[in-house]
């Protein structure tokens, strides 16, 4: 069974930065890489940044060129690095793998203020 713990998630102002890190264990099967998505009050489940296992990296329009994602080779641990910051990022974040298994971690909530 695999699992996934997110960690540094907090509240933060507009223009503000973050990083969050995920630990992964267990085996992945079929997938193309890892990913970190969020969950917004009302909304659905969204894939805002993905790396692959060579190292390419996909971000969602809302957040390139503020967002990066990145690994940790010598661990299975996972990166983002979040920049400026707006209130719209107000979400809880979790990693999985692309495509997403259906085990989820408990998320990390990350709240901006305006």
């Known amino acids: 069974q695999v699992q996934f713990v997110e960690s540094g998630g907090g509240l933060v102002q507009s223009g503000g930065s973050l990083r969050l890190s995920c630990a992964a264990s267990?085996?992945?099967?079929?997938?193309?890489?890892m990913g970190w998505y969020r969950q917004a009050p009302g909304k659905q489940r969204e894939l805002v940044a993905e790396?692959?296992?060579?190292?390419?990296?996909n971000y969602a329009d809302s957040v390139k060129g503020r967002f990066a994602i990145s690994k940790d080779n010598a661990k299975t641990t996972w990166y983002l690095q979040m920049h400026s910051l707006k209130p719209e990022d107000t979400a809880v974040y979790y990693c999985?793998?692309?495509?997403?298994?259906?085990?989820w971690g408990q998320g990390t909530q990350v709240t901006v203020s305006s």
């Open positions: 267990g085996s992945i099967f079929r997938a193309v890489g």
């Open positions: 999985n793998a692309v495509p997403n298994t259906s085990y």
């Open positions: 790396i692959t296992w060579g190292g390419t990296t």
